[in-house]
Structures are given as C-alpha cells and as structure tokens.
C-alpha cells in the first residue's frame, strides 16, 4: 500500500526541484486525507533569515481528524528540509490554540513577527 504522504511528499520534491536559487515557489499538495499550501522562500526566523518550508491552510479530512496525522505528515516535512536544500519548516496562520500549543511542545517557537506562525530549524540545514 502507498504510504498516505508519498502524492505530498512528491509533489514538494518536484516543487524544490524547479526552483531557480532565491526564487519564490508555491503550490497546494494533496494527500488521501490531507492537503496543504507550501511556499518555498526566504523568511524570518527569530533573529535569522533561512530558507524555509512554509505551511499553510492544512486541512485533514474531518473523519481523520485527530488521528495525529497532521503531526505525521509534519515530521516527515521536517525530515525532507535538508534533502530540499531548506533549513527551516514554517507552520503559518495557526489560529487554532490547541494546535499552536502542541506545535511548541513539538519544538516550533514563535517567529517574533506573528502570534500565530511559528518554525522549526532543522538540525542538519
């Protein structure tokens, strides 16, 4: 059985692939039960400026929803941003305060710019 990310996780790498160094790229990505909008740019982070992963508009299909698929799909992002040439997954617009709280216990931390985003450096970028 194909893993539910693989339509995801190949469709972002296709996406890296065709951006010019610098360039802002950006596409929605759909899984079985999961889609996502993805920019791949240049952001704030803290005090530093990183090439980032940024996610966005994440909606899970309401029968799967709390499953912990979201979370699932995230570390496996967070496990391409280095193969992707990226040094930073930036989860933006989480409105949701649950879903913010658990991001932080996951390890994202505030961008400094927006109560609502929050990032993730990788540790091999």
């Known amino acids: 059985m194909m893993d539910e990310f693989e ?10 692939a065709t951006r010019a160094p ?21 952001r704030h982070c803290g005090l530093q400026l990183l090439d980032a992963l940024v996610i966005a508009d994440v909606t899970v299909e309401e029968s ?11 570390r496996r992002l967070e496990s391409e941003v280095p193969a992707l040439g990226l040094q930073a997954v930036i989860a933006e617009n989480v409105v ?21 985003t929050v990032y993730k450096e990788s540790p091999y970028g």
Not at 64 to 74: A, D, H, S, V, W
């Open 64 to 74: 799967r929803q709390g499953q912990g698929l979201f979370t699932r799909l995230l």
């Open 22 to 42: 610098g360039e802002l790229v950006r596409k929605h990505l759909f899984g079985t039960d999961v889609y996502l909008y993805v920019r791949i740019n240049r």
């Open 7 to 16: 339509q995801i996780l190949t469709s972002l790498r296709e996406l890296a």
């Open 96 to 116: 949701n305060p649950q879903l913010l709280d658990h991001l932080v216990r996951i390890g994202y931390r505030p961008t400094g710019w927006d109560a609502h």
